[in-house]
């Protein structure tokens, strides 16, 4: 599994892991959750979780999944990432709108 750099569109969300796991690899290995996750070693409900994006990929759990696909953590853990700051980017949009950056206040790291 080649990972490959895609252009996300700002005003659709990056996908979650968990639906890409989901969605994609599990169905592709041919392979079961309960199977999936004692070959993780977690519980089943855990990662019924993680697949319905109602809990984030942690580096615990990028380094399990990443192990058992063979395409190492790093690529669960960026689109967890991506995924949480573009939530958080519109949730926070207003407040985020109000910050001045030190440059327009004259300010210098130096």
Do not use: K
């Not at 089943?44 to 109602?54: D, E, K, M, N, P």
């Not at 999944?65 to 689109?79: E, K």
């Not at 407040?95 to 790291?109: V, Y």
């Amino acid at each position: 599994m080649t990972e490959q750099l895609v252009r996300q569109s700002a005003l659709r969300p990056p996908t979650h892991p968990g639906e890409i796991l989901r969605e994609d690899v599990l169905p592709s290995l041919g392979i079961s959750v309960s199977e999936t996750a004692r070959r993780l070693g977690i519980s089943r409900q855990q990662l019924q979780r993680v697949l319905h994006c109602a809990r984030p990929v942690t580096a615990e759990l990028a380094l399990r999944i990443g192990n058992f696909v063979g395409n190492g953590p790093g690529l669960w853990l960026r689109m967890q990432q991506a995924y949480d700051l573009w939530h958080a980017e519109a949730n926070m949009r207003d407040e985020l709108a109000r910050i001045e950056t030190a440059a327009q206040q004259g300010a210098s790291c130096a």
